[in-house]
């Protein structure tokens, strides 16, 4: 069994750099999906399962580049805060076959490290394609992004050039 389907059922839950190189956190998912309104919420409930306090997974952040890679992203969503895009991202959720990773700390963490663009851009792409893995069939992949992740639309696009995004806002008056 090679290490893509050893980590089948898992998902990266945190990227941090550590001992001089970035290393990423894993969690069992099982076929549970994100229908949560955020990545946070439903890792917070899978790190409950007995199984998960018991077995850990901490790998090289390389790794991720070992694991399969899931569906192209279908599309992006930025958005400025408290403006609707929760909603507009549960309505996808709602969806089985979609998979919608909204606001995942990993995805910030690899957009604000502290490594050299093309670096990031790497990381970026095996973290989503981690992500964007279908367990029950779906076929289209969407990421809510956080509101200030706004700032780094360039670096975001360079990575997915061809991924459709939409940017939410509300009148602020």
């Not at 700390?105 to 670096?119: L, Q």
Request: charged share 25%.
């Amino acid at each position: 069994m090679d290490l893509s389907e050893k980590l089948y059922d898992w998902m990266p839950v945190r990227v941090y750099p550590d001992d001089g190189g970035y290393f990423v956190d894993w969690c069992w998912m099982g076929d549970a999906r994100f229908i949560e309104p955020f990545f946070d919420l439903t890792i917070e409930k899978r790190m409950r399962l007995p199984f998960n306090l018991a077995f850990r997974h901490r790998t090289p952040v390389e790794t991720l580049k070992e694991v399969d890679r899931g569906l192209d992203p279908t599309g992006f969503i930025f958005h400025m805060s408290r403006c609707g895009s929760t909603l507009v991202s549960q309505m996808l959720a709602a969806v089985g076959s979609n998979i919608v990773i909204s606001e995942a700390p990993p995805i910030d963490n690899v957009i604000r490290s502290a490594v050299g663009r093309d670096k990031r851009i790497e990381m970026l792409r095996d973290l989503v394609g981690a992500y964007a893995r279908p367990r029950n069939g779906e076929r289209h992949f969407f990421i809510k992004f956080d509101s200030w992740s706004t700032l780094d639309l360039d670096l975001v696009e360079e990575a997915f050039p061809n991924v459709p995004w939409v940017f939410l806002y509300r009148e602020p008056v």
